[in-house]
C-alpha cells in the first residue's frame, strides 16, 4: 500500500514562494504518475499538476501554468510543487495523489492512492 506524505505549506503573502513536498512511501511501480490537487472552503477537489515517473512529461492546470512547477526526485520517491506568484485564490489544502496507471490524468477519481493535505494561505 503506497501512503503519500505532504508537506510544506503554510501562511504567506500575495506573491511570495513555497515548495510542498510530498514523500511516496512503499511506491511498488515505477510507471504511473503523481498529482497535486487542491481544494478550497466549499469549493471541488481541483487538479494543479501532475507528473510521470518515468520520462519528464508534465501537465498543468491554466489557473497554475507558469506559476507553479512540479518536479520529482524518483530515487528518493518525492514529488515537489513549486509554487511562485502566490495569489489569495491559491488559497486551499493542498494534496499529493498517485496513479499506477499510463497517462497523466487530470481528475481525481483516476488516482488511486492520496496523502491527507496540506495547508496552503495566501493572504491579499
Known amino acids: 500500500q503506497v501512503q503519500l506524505v505532504e508537506s510544506g505549506g503554510g501562511l504567506v503573502q500575495a506573491g511570495d514562494s513555497l515548495r510542498l513536498s510530498c514523500t511516496a512511501l512503499r511506491r511498488t511501480f515505477d510507471s504511473g504518475a503523481m498529482g497535486w490537487f487542491r481544494q478550497a472552503p466549499g469549493k471541488e477537489r481541483a487538479f494543479v499538476a501532475t507528473i510521470r515517473w518515468s520520462g519528464s512529461s508534465t501537465y498543468y492546470a491554466d489557473s497554475v501554468k507558469g506559476r507553479f512547477t512540479i518536479s520529482k526526485d524518483a530515487a528518493k520517491n518525492m514529488v515537489y510543487l513549486q509554487m511562485n506568484s502566490l495569489k489569495p485564490e491559491d488559497t486551499a489544502v493542498y494534496y499529493c495523489?498517485?496513479?499506477?496507471?499510463?497517462?497523466?490524468?487530470?481528475?481525481?477519481?483516476?488516482?488511486?492512492?492520496w496523502g491527507q493535505g496540506t495547508q496552503v494561505t495566501v493572504s491579499s
Open positions: 495523489a498517485a496513479v499506477s496507471s499510463f497517462g497523466l490524468p487530470s481528475w481525481a477519481s483516476a488516482y488511486e492512492y
